[in-house]
């Protein structure tokens, strides 16, 4: 009781602060009466007031700033009254931002007689460009904000068809009604009794805090994994880098003095000499089908993100070979059934997530040579991932994993072989006629792939059949901003070109004009393997009948390309709530099985590359990889 009575007056505040909020005035009324005849002492409720008496001019202010164009003067009062936190995480509030600040950009145009004053009307579209690229850059990617993103840059934004409606009494008088709006809430919102801030502190907004917490501890979790990965590689990458240095070293030293200081470099190794990386626990894959199978579409998301994760995550070596052997010896992902309901199927569920997580499950598999012989033993896989690339949004992570999927398979000659017979280069020119619409992943896959299919004589002979599209299409990728595309396009080109009748469409079209205009800009390297492919289109030479039977030998031994590019876990859609196992804890903690893990050795990291970097590519690769490997 002695508690209660020293915290008495303020107690009776906060019951009376509610009350006043919730508009119980008689109740006031009886309250403040019958405190008054016990005799309990109420502070006087000067906060209340005061805010109460405040939020009526500041709101008044703004909007007399909005009426009359005063940018400074409305930004100044927003920045003081409207709460930070509001502007950053209500997507309604940045959306009424992102439009005051186009409207007093364009203020100058509406309500100027004649022309409106340079100086100023600059000064706005200067302060409307520092707000996109601050603040209003968070909306870039809205394609409802998108095109005023050009609004700076266009002379006359009066006559322009993307602004018309800005310029019309009806969207101006549309936003200051918004603005009230917002205003009389936001406003208000601040006068929040201090019982309910209260309540809410320690009930429901601690429950959606501590979610919130978790939520980010798994994703920090996970970027630990994956940073820990790219550290890995980035020292296995040292390591090699030092070993050559220190060979050449070796051989100067050994032709001037014999003496070997290269000794030193390789001690430098010594200390950074990895650790023995466990192997991660068994699971239970008969328990793990069954649910990817039958479970809700929720759980088998979840499996699938797991299940990647493990591969992504995994220390090249011993670690992720153990991981992946395990997930073939067990069939994972049912390549050797027959059945109609099998793994294989959620490529086709009607949960775009699950599509999503399958996709990226067999590009991760893909990304490793052992995983593509596995994934090529299905007959119908190669198929399937065909029709999903025809049915998918182009825009879509879905999408981009199929087309890594199948990049990644054009490594495997039977394969290029099955692409081309499906008539897959037809379909990869429509797509990169448009190549400025693709994102950077699947532009680049996109290039390789075809590249990769025309190296083939089949290949070869499908691109002469539509020559002229496939070169204007190579040739307008030529000057392609992304300039990690261009040793496929080279590629594609210089293979193409070995068809007498497409060197004559090239010859037609002035291709050689072309491609001298890019060695004037090009890099050393560009310009090496241009000068190659202008030396191709002036060769007189038959088609050679040893290149035209390439398609009757046997399968060759694929180069050990393994690269898991950090692509494959970007943009993460499913999120674990509270309480919700994800990742590694969901596998270890309902799938675990018996330890059987059977090592297997690996076959080398790095294999030599088979021709000078100053020619065009002539063999199969894949980006991730080339990047990787072909300075080296």
């Not at 500041?58 to 936190?85: C, M, R, T, Y």
């Not at 630990?224 to 070796?250: P, S, W």
């Amino acid at each position: 009781m002695g508690d209660v009575l020293a915290y008495e007056a303020e107690l009776l505040e906060l019951v009376r602060e509610y009350l006043n909020f919730a508009e119980f005035e008689e109740t006031v009324k009886v309250f403040t009466k019958e405190c008054k005849i016990k005799g309990k002492t109420l502070p006087k409720p000067a906060g209340v007031s005061s805010r109460d008496s405040q939020a009526l001019p500041v709101q008044k202010d703004l909007l007399i700033a909005f009426d009359n164009g005063e940018q400074k003067v409305f930004f100044q009062l927003w920045e003081e009254h409207i709460s930070p936190s509001v502007c950053d995480n209500d997507p309604a509030a940045q959306k009424l931002e992102f439009y005051l600040h186009v409207h007093f950009a364009t203020y100058l145009l509406k309500h100027s007689v004649g022309k409106p004053d340079k100086a100023e009307l600059e000064e706005r579209i200067s302060h409307f460009k520092a707000y996109l690229e601050t603040k209003g850059a968070a909306l870039s990617q809205t394609t409802e904000f998108l095109p005023f993103y050009a609004l700076p840059f266009v002379p006359n934004p009066i006559v322009h068809p993307s602004f018309k409606e800005l310029f019309q009494d009806s969207w101006t008088l549309d936003l200051r009604t918004r603005l009230e709006q917002f205003l009389s809430l936001t406003l208000k919102a601040r006068q929040t009794p201090r019982l309910l801030t209260l309540f809410k502190e320690n009930g429901q907004y601690n429950k959606e805090m501590l979610q919130h917490l978790h939520q980010q501890l798994v994703e920090s979790e996970h970027r630990t994994m994956t940073c820990l990965k790219r550290f890995n590689k980035m020292q296995t990458d040292y390591h090699n880098l030092i070993g050559v240095t220190a060979e050449l070293v070796d051989s100067l030293e050994a032709t001037v003095s014999g003496k070997m200081a290269s000794t030193m470099l390789r001690a430098s190794l010594a200390p950074a000499k990895m650790q023995d990386v466990p192997l991660l626990p068994s699971l239970d894959y008969e328990k793990l089908k069954k649910d990817l199978i039958t479970g809700n579409d929720r759980l088998k998301a979840f499996l699938l993100q797991a299940l990647r994760w493990r591969l992504t995550t995994s220390y090249p070596g011993e670690q992720r070979d153990t991981v992946l052997q395990a997930y073939i010896s067990n069939d994972l992902l049912d390549c050797h059934s027959n059945c109609q309901r099998n793994v294989l199927q959620l490529l086709h569920s009607k949960s775009e997530v699950v599509r999503q997580y399958m996709a990226r499950l067999i590009n991760a598999f893909a990304s490793l040579a052992e995983g593509r012989v596995y994934l090529s033993q299905n007959p119908t896989l190669l198929q399937m991932l065909e029709e999903r690339l025809k049915a998918e949004d182009k825009d879509s992570l879905t999408w981009e994993n199929v087309l890594g999927a199948l990049q990644k398979f054009s490594l495997r000659r039977a394969l290029q072989s099955a692409m081309i017979k499906d008539g897959l280069i037809f379909w990869l020119v429509d797509v990169l006629t448009d190549a400025d619409c693709l994102s950077d992943y699947t532009l680049e896959y996109s290039v390789a792939l075809l590249m990769n299919l025309c190296l083939r004589s089949e290949g070869k002979k499908m691109c002469a059949r539509i020559a002229n599209r496939v070169l204007k299409v190579l040739s307008d990728l030529l000057g392609h901003e992304n300039q990690e595309i261009q040793p496929y396009v080279n590629g594609a080109l210089y293979s193409i070109l070995a068809i007498p009748s497409v060197r004559e469409e090239a010859r037609a079209m002035g291709m050689e004009e072309i491609l001298r205009c890019f060695i004037k800009e090009g890099n050393a390297e560009m310009i090496r393997q241009i000068e190659f492919i202008i030396k191709q289109l002036n060769s007189d030479e038959p088609l050679n009948d040893s290149i035209a039977s390439d398609d009757e030998e046997e399968e060759e031994d694929e180069e050990d390309h393994d690269i898991m590019e950090s692509d494959l876990d970007k943009d993460e859609v499913l999120q674990p709530q509270l309480g919700e196992l994800a990742g590694e804890k969901l596998l270890t903690t309902e799938y675990l099985g018996i330890m059987t893990h059977t090592p297997k050795t690996k076959k080398k990291l790095f294999p030599s590359v088979h021709q000078s970097i100053d020619e065009p590519l002539q063999r199969p690769v894949t980006p991730g990889y080339h990047r990787t490997v072909y300075l080296m």
